[in-house]
T-cell receptor, first 111, second 112 residues
Framework: QKEVEQDPGPLSVPEGAIVSLNCTYS??????FMWYRQYSRKGPELLMY????GNKEDGRFTAQVDKSSKYISLFIRDSQPSDSATYLC???????????FGQGTELSVKP | GAGVSQSPSNKVTEKGKDVELRCDPI?????LYWYRQSLGQGLEFLIY????????KSGLPSDRFSAERTGGSVSTLTIQRTQQEDSAVYLC??????????FGPGTRLTVT
């Protein structure tokens, strides 16, 4: 079993839809949680960074962390075709150190 | 300012050859990371440099892989005697005290 599980999709939604992306993890020691967006043949781009349970909002994006359930989510409101990409969750044990990634979810937003 | 840069962007090499991949981190970032991304394995950690501390090499898959960081800035990842299973995208990231890791565009390595 992988430390971080993420449904690879693909996920296809119409423009304007609310998108929910999720990851579960097995190691309760993870303290820091991130979401990255990766366009085809590009490097991952950091979207959200959180370190506590609860919600963090940035524009159309909301990151949610539930440490008791070992579950994190990314919500995208009013999705746009430009949001079409692969979304990777990542987490780590401490401030410094390696990231453990989920497999990534491929999202397609249709006009 | 400038982001993380990597070179070359693409590298095709024959099985058994050695390759060197270069990473230029964001200026002032003290930490530098190498990851590998492949279809079957996703994105995996390889090695981590933090300041003058000994690097965390726990993710290197074999002794054919090595990396160094000169002057606390540029890093080179070396793969000796390349194998077909080494074909992947090699990603470099750097971070400052704020600890958010920023990735470069990657080097796509193909071993024929």
């Amino acid at each position: 079993q992988k430390e971080v599980e993420q449904d690879p999709g693909p996920l296809s939604v119409p423009e304007g839809a609310i998108v929910s992306l999720n990851c579960t993890y097995s190691n309760s020691a993870f303290q820091y949680f991130m979401w990255y967006r990766q366009y085809s043949r590009k490097g991952p781009e950091l979207l959200m960074y959180t370190y506590s349970s609860g919600n963090k909002e940035d524009g159309r994006f909301t990151a949610q962390v539930d440490k008791s359930s070992k579950y994190i989510s990314l919500f995208i409101r009013d999705s746009q075709p430009s949001d079409s990409a692969t979304y990777l969750c990542a987490m780590k044990l401490s401030e410094g150190g390696k990231l453990i990634f989920g497999q990534g979810t491929e999202l397609s937003v249709k006009p | 300012g400038a982001g993380v840069s990597q070179s070359p962007s693409n590298k095709v090499t024959e099985k058994g050859k050695d390759v060197e991949l270069r990473c230029d981190p964001i200026s002032g970032h003290t930490a530098l990371y190498w990851y590998r991304q492949s279809l079957g394995q996703g994105l995996e950690f390889l090695i981590y440099f933090q300041g003058n501390s000994a690097p965390d090499k726990s993710g290197l898959p074999s002794d054919r892989f090595s990396a160094e960081r000169t002057g606390g800035s540029v890093s080179t990842l070396t793969i000796q005697r390349t194998q077909q299973e080494d074909s992947a995208v090699y990603l470099c990231a750097s971070s400052s005290d704020r600890d958010e890791q920023y990735f470069g565009p990657g080097t796509r390595l193909t071993v024929t």
